[in-house]
């Protein structure tokens, strides 16, 4: 199949775009996390029941998963700032009303409507760097920075969570969100170019069909900690999601005039695989944080302010790794980064395999930071480029949502099974209850580290191996 690169005109101010694309994907990445530190105290002062607390992260993990397709075609189909005006201030807006919660139902529904914002915000933000610089060396450095963000972002919403709770209130974990986006909405508006497809025509039915089956996957995964895997609800909602998926490919391969997806898309290996690779990715990093923060805490006995503190390593490392990453894509394509970056981030992760309950932080949890941080911004950086090169810019949107949609549901699916394995083991040991606490968590985080290596014998299998092109190389 021949591949269309379509030439992008470079944006008037290009650090202006990459500053709002940078504070977009900011907002969403660190309230993944930021919120995680604070549940005991939200618990707390209102009121929640302690099976229901766990609503104010499902909330926002049904909207947001279920929606990320979707709000990548509304880029396209309305144009980037539109959307990104849009998804800022309705951001900005919830995260105000969440603070601002008095009982557990406002904040429930404020995260809830705060998720549906992130699906819009999270794809627009890729789709901007797609549609406003050129392949080569310009996009690639844009993308360094925008991979960077998301790495860092994601370590450091522990530690903002942790010093905001600790210092000030739970309530600024959502407070801290208004100010960056009322600085975010005028530089959109100056900055990020209207780009899209003059009448907008949006494909309801493939719009209801993949948003319910993609929620009806996520219920069913985040539910599992009151439905085991088994489970005659599980395996419901588990059909369901698949046969609305089967509803959705007919609709869009027979029915739709202007499909939502066009799956002629997905016969682009590079984006194919990219999307295959980012969520085994996410299937194992994003329930190795969650593990990480509970073992500094649970066993560890760590303040949350220090759990996110020890998160700092990991976000250096990141960056490190984004800026290897990206030099390795300019010099020899997005092959040889992806696969060794996934090569020591399985590593890595695998390492906090070998957890103590004695030897703190250095004796446990430096080097596996260290190796496993630096492969994981090599692969994330090398990940994106692949997917996104030759993406026509009328269909950046759409392979953004897919990448993220991919990124979203492998956490989803990664997290839930490693708790439930993290929890088996610990129920399941002799040992005294701290030592039952860190076997589980020290198998939680060695099925992660499979779980990525997956990922790295898929990519040495079936990712292209395109070299860089020597005129572009950076």
Same mark, same amino acid.
């Given at each position: ?19 709002v ?21 939200i618990?707390?002062? +209102? ?14 993990? +049904? ?20 959307? /990104? ?48 610089? =050129?392949?080569?060396? @310009? ?7 925008? /991979? ?21 209130d ?11 986006? /009322? ?25 209801? +069909? ?20 088994? %489970? ?25 005039? @202007? ?15 990219a ?17 990480? %923060?509970?073992?500094?805490q ?7 302010? @220090? =759990?996110?503190? =020890? ?19 300019? =010099? ?25 309950? @004695? ?7 430096l ?28 269909e ?13 549901i492998?956490? %989803? ?26 076997a589980?968590y020290?198998?939680?985080f ?21 070299? /860089? ?6």
């Open positions: 199949m021949t591949t269309t690169t379509a030439t992008t005109p470079a944006p008037a101010r290009p650090g202006l775009v990459l500053t694309v940078c504070l977009c994907q900011l907002m969403v990445v660190l309230d993944i996390t930021v919120v995680n530190v604070a549940l005991p105290s618990r707390d002062d +209102l009121g929640f029941h302690a099976s229901d607390l766990q609503w104010v992260v499902n909330a926002y993990t +049904l909207t947001f998963g279920g929606l990320l397709l979707l709000g990548g075609r509304v880029a396209d189909l309305f144009g980037q700032r539109t959307a /990104a005006i849009a998804g800022l201030s309705v951001f900005g807006l919830t995260s105000l009303a969440g603070g601002l919660a008095t009982e557990p139902g406002q904040l429930v529904a404020a995260r809830a409507v705060q998720g549906v914002s992130g699906a819009l915000l999270l794809p627009v933000s890729l789709t901007v760097i797609t549609t406003s610089f =050129a392949e080569g060396p @310009e996009r690639r450095r844009a993308l360094g920075v925008w /991979a960077a963000v998301m790495g860092v972002g994601g370590a450091a919403g522990v530690l903002l969570g942790g010093a905001l709770t600790e210092w000030l739970w309530r600024w974990v959502f407070f801290v969100n208004v100010p960056i986006a /009322a600085v975010a909405v005028p530089l959109a508006v100056a900055g990020i170019r209207n780009l899209h497809r003059g009448r907008p025509r949006l494909d309801v039915a493939g719009a209801v +069909l993949v948003t319910a089956a993609t929620t009806s996957l996520v219920y069913a995964v985040v539910r599992t900690d009151r439905h085991g895997w088994g %489970s005659a609800h599980t395996l419901g909602f588990l059909g369901l999601a698949v046969a609305l998926g089967a509803a959705f490919v007919l609709v869009e391969a027979r029915f739709a005039a @202007e499909p939502l997806v066009r799956l002629g898309l997905l016969r682009q290996r590079s984006l194919a695989v999307c295959v690779l980012v969520f085994f990715i996410a299937l194992g990093q994003f329930g190795a944080f969650y593990l990480a %923060s509970l073992y500094l649970n066993v560890l006995s760590y303040t949350p302010l @220090e =759990a996110g503190l =020890a998160f700092v390593p990991f976000s250096v490392g990141t960056v490190v790794g984004t800026v290897v990453g990206m030099r390795l894509v300019a =010099a020899r394509g997005p092959w040889l980064p992806v696969a060794g970056g996934l090569a020591l981030t399985a590593v890595g992760i695998g390492w906090f395999g070998l957890i103590r309950t @004695e030897g703190g932080f250095v004796g446990n949890m080097g596996p930071s260290v190796v496993g941080s630096i492969g994981l911004g090599a692969c994330l950086v090398a990940n994106t480029s692949m997917g996104t090169t030759g993406v026509d810019p009328a950046a949107g759409l392979a953004s949502g897919l990448l993220n949609a991919a990124r979203q492998g956490g %989803s699916i990664g997290l839930a099974i490693l708790v439930a394995i993290a929890g088996a083991v610990t129920r399941h040991h002799d040992g005294p209850p701290l030592e039952a606490l860190n589980g020290a198998r939680g060695l099925v992660s580290g499979c779980l990525i290596a997956v990922a790295a014998l898929i990519c040495l299998v079936a990712a292209p191996r395109d070299r /860089a092109p020597a005129a572009t190389a950076a």
